[in-house]
């Protein structure tokens, strides 16, 4: 069964500097990567997916994130914070399954404060 | 178009008692899926429905869970008897496309559940 490890629960970052996000997954064979945003009070929203090709990924809201099968890896990036970004964020594999629907994993995600 | 739409978006309830929540998918959505989010924790998988397959409730967490989808469109997540920990956000989502888990998951509102 595949898992997701986001092994920061929380980060505070000041606004303007670079964000990093780091999602770990484990699955036997080449995933479906998810990164969700979520704001107080709000759905959750899809940022970015990989399905294939390019492992670099780009998403809305100036995201992007880069699959390394070596390092089991999908890291969110974002050159430049800004406060609007305060929210959680989840990480999530999605798997294939014989009978034709993903069963999608989530992490615990991570909390992103900023701070001006 | 209208989004995944879930109702109540609130709901206290006392212990012991039943609840219903509804969760309208994206129309044309064949996909839809139940996830319970719980304070401090991710997503939890709880029931996936897909077209007039059978439903995958292998993520219930007890015999007091159960949902139905009515006419491959509207489902409601019914909890029996309820429990303390039954709190928690209960979040729905659709999707278009579930073959070789290249699907994209669009996420409702949720449904805060809290039970006195």
């Known amino acids: 069964a595949q898992s997701v490890t986001q092994p920061d629960i929380h980060i505070t970052v000041s606004e303007g500097a670079s964000l990093e996000l780091r999602c770990n997954y484990s699955y036997g064979a080449t995933p479906y990567l998810f990164w969700y945003v979520q704001s107080p009070g709000q759905g959750l929203q899809l940022l970015l997916k990989?399905?294939?090709?390019?492992?670099l990924v780009q998403g809305i809201k100036g995201f992007e994130a880069e699959f390394k099968r070596s390092q089991s890896s999908f890291n969110l990036r974002k050159p430049s914070v800004h406060w609007s970004d305060a929210a959680e964020y989840f990480c999530a594999v999605g798997a294939g399954k014989s009978g034709g629907y993903q069963k999608v994993t989530f992490g615990i995600g991570t909390k992103l404060q900023v701070i001006p | 178009g209208a989004g995944v739409s879930q109702s109540p978006s609130n709901k206290v309830t006392e212990k012991g008692k039943d609840v219903e929540l509804r969760c309208d998918p994206i129309?044309?959505?064949?996909?839809l899926y139940w996830y319970r989010q719980s304070l401090g924790q991710g997503l939890e998988f709880l029931i996936y429905?897909?077209?007039?397959?059978?439903?995958?409730k292998s993520g219930l967490p007890s015999d007091r869970f159960s949902a139905e989808r009515t006419g491959g469109s509207v489902s409601t997540l019914t909890i029996q008897r309820t429990q303390q920990e039954d709190s928690a956000v209960y979040l729905c989502a659709s999707s278009s496309l579930a073959w070789a888990g290249q699907e994209t998951q669009y996420f409702g509102p949720g449904t805060r559940l809290l039970v006195l």
């Open positions: 429905f897909q077209g007039n397959s059978a439903p995958d």
């Open positions: 129309s044309g959505h064949t996909a």
């Open positions: 990989y399905f294939s090709g390019d492992t």
